[in-house]
């Protein structure tokens, strides 16, 4: 176990947002929290890595060592700054760096271009990080936090400027880094919930007003009448609605 809430209850200037939450991350796990927008995911992330203090309980870490890394909803780089997505990347593995001998390690120019190519940002490591698209950017960011040698990442909608493809892959990619050798543990705030269903163990949904917070396999959170309360039928993904075919078309499943 990398970290664990205990009774935590978030919110801001001492007034609860949420039900009290207990959950432990562990590694290897692919943790993905939901909610309708304003519902407090966010919230809880900065209650987590302790940019904001719980109304009441505790968020403890197992050990002093344990290191997290985290991509902010908006990220909070300059868009101004003039440096290169390589760059920026480079930076998620200052740990060690000095002004003596400010050139990167090889195994830091190694481990940068490995989490480049992760990320699927290669292909913009040489281009200035301000002129990226936003989708861009948050591939850069994805690639900054793998560089990292993190224990655990908590990612705020990191592909909610993504297209399909990219989003996809990128989910795919942090749930094989679930799996692979690093066990890396991996939160991750999403809306899309097709992709949720598809790459967590886990899901949290939360939400302000339901009796408590709803935690277990994708299949239980999304047939809970509190999920479904909020969500309705129509986006449940694990019950997808069978569309019937369209008039004529020959891939419907009468064809052939
Ligand atoms: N600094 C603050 N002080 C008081 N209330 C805040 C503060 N920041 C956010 N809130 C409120 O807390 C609630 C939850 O916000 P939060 O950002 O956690 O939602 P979210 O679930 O991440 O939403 P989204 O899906 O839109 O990102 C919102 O009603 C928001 O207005
Ligand atoms: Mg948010």
């Not at 793998?146 to 990619?173: G, H, I, K, N």
């Not at 277990?216 to 309705?232: E, I, L, N, S």
């Amino acid at each position: 176990m990398l970290l664990c809430c205990e009774d935590l209850v978030v919110g801001y200037n001492g007034k609860p947002m949420l039900p009290g939450i207990n959950l432990q991350i562990r590694r290897g796990t692919f943790l993905s929290v939901i909610g309708r927008n304003g519902s407090g995911k966010s919230t809880w992330f900065k209650t987590l890595l302790g940019m904001l203090p719980p109304v009441s309980g505790c968020v403890e870490r197992t050990s002093e060592r344990v290191k997290s890394a985290y991509v902010p909803q908006t990220s909070g780089i300059d868009a101004l700054l003039p440096v290169r997505s390589s760059e920026l990347v480079q930076w998620g593995r200052l740990n060690g760096w000095n002004f003596l001998w400010p050139f990167a390690k090889k195994q830091d120019r190694h481990t940068v271009r490995a989490a480049l190519e992760s990320a699927g940002a290669t292909i913009i490591a040489n281009r200035p990080y301000r002129d990226l698209s936003e989708g861009q950017k948050q591939r850069a960011l994805l690639a900054r936090v793998l560089a990292t040698e993190a224990d655990f990442v908590l990612l705020d909608e990191p592909t909610a400027s993504m297209d399909a493809v990219a989003e996809r892959e990128t989910m795919q990619r942090l749930s094989e880094l679930t799996k692979g050798p690093r066990k890396l543990a991996v939160v991750v705030v999403s809306h899309d919930l097709e992709v949720a269903a598809e790459f967590s163990d886990q899901i949290l949904f939360v939400d302000k007003d339901a009796p408590a917070i709803v935690l277990g396999d994708p299949k239980t959170v999304f047939c809970h009448p509190a999920f479904r309360h909020k969500y309705g039928d129509d986006y449940c993904p694990v019950h997808p609605r069978a569309h019937p075919p369209l008039p004529g078309n020959p891939l419907g499943p009468t064809a052939g």
